[in-house]
């Protein structure tokens, strides 16, 4: 079983609807990373939560850490949000704080 | 641009070959990451430097070897190479550990043939 689990797989949305991508990790983490990469291969960092909520325009995310879950929100969705969304935690079971442990990420595709 | 700065952009070369990937952190970040992505794998972290000693490794292989340098640029060696090294790789830095944020490269295509 992977570290982080992500779901789903793969999203196909209307321009405008309201999307949530979750990430289950199964290990004790110091915080939490929502990152986007979109076709061409660059990476983005969107979020880094330890607990709460942190919002950035049209993006919320959210973590329970008791629960061991987070979400990725995105209101009124467009197009240009078409990417893939990937979640990483930080700390786990090898002992360091400091690498990332990725799930296998999310491709989001938003239609006109 | 991310302030991280990573050479080349891509890559082409064959089976048994060596390779060097660059990547130059955003100004002020001491700590530089690497990490590989691939079809199969997804993305793994291979080692990360500090202020120049090596802080973490990952999955790296053996064939594999990096080091920071004092002007805090960092590059990754690749040696031997397969072609199921073939892959994105990956450089990120951050001011600190990684608690304070991370900033990723562009990433070096490697294509092995």
């Known amino acids: 079983k992977n570290e982080v689990e992500q779901s789903p797989q793969n999203l196909t949305a209307q321009e405008g609807e309201f999307i949530t991508i979750n990430c289950s990790y199964s290990?004790?983490?110091?915080?939490l990373h929502w990152l986007q990469q979109h076709p061409g291969g660059g990476i983005v960092s969107l979020f880094m939560?330890?607990?709460g909520k942190k919002k950035h325009g049209r993006l919320i995310a959210t973590i329970n850490i008791q629960e061991k879950h987070s979400s990725l929100h995105i209101t009124a969705s467009h197009p240009r949000d078409s990417a893939v969304y990937i979640c990483?935690?930080?700390?786990?079971?090898?002992?360091?704080?400091?690498?990332?442990?990725f799930g296998k990420g999310t491709l989001l595709t938003v239609n006109p | 641009d991310s302030g991280v700065t990573q050479t080349p952009k891509h890559l082409i070369t064959a089976t048994g070959q060596r390779v060097t990937l660059r990547c130059s952190p955003r100004?002020?970040?001491?700590?530089v990451y690497w990490y590989q992505q691939s079809l199969d794998q997804g993305l793994q972290f291979l080692i990360q430097y500090y202020n120049g000693e090596e802080r973490a490794k990952g999955n790296i292989l053996e064939r594999f070897s990096a080091q920071q340098f004092p002007d805090l640029h960092s590059e990754l060696n690749l040696s031997s190479l397969e072609l199921g090294d073939s892959a994105l790789y990956f450089c990120a830095s951050s001011v600190g550990g990684a608690a304070n944020g991370y900033t990723f490269g562009s990433g070096t295509r490697l294509t092995v043939v």
């Open positions: 100004s002020g970040d001491l700590s």
């Open positions: 290990v004790g983490i110091s915080a």
């Open positions: 990483a935690v930080m700390g786990g079971s090898g002992g360091s704080n400091y690498k990332l442990t």
């Open positions: 939560l330890s607990s």
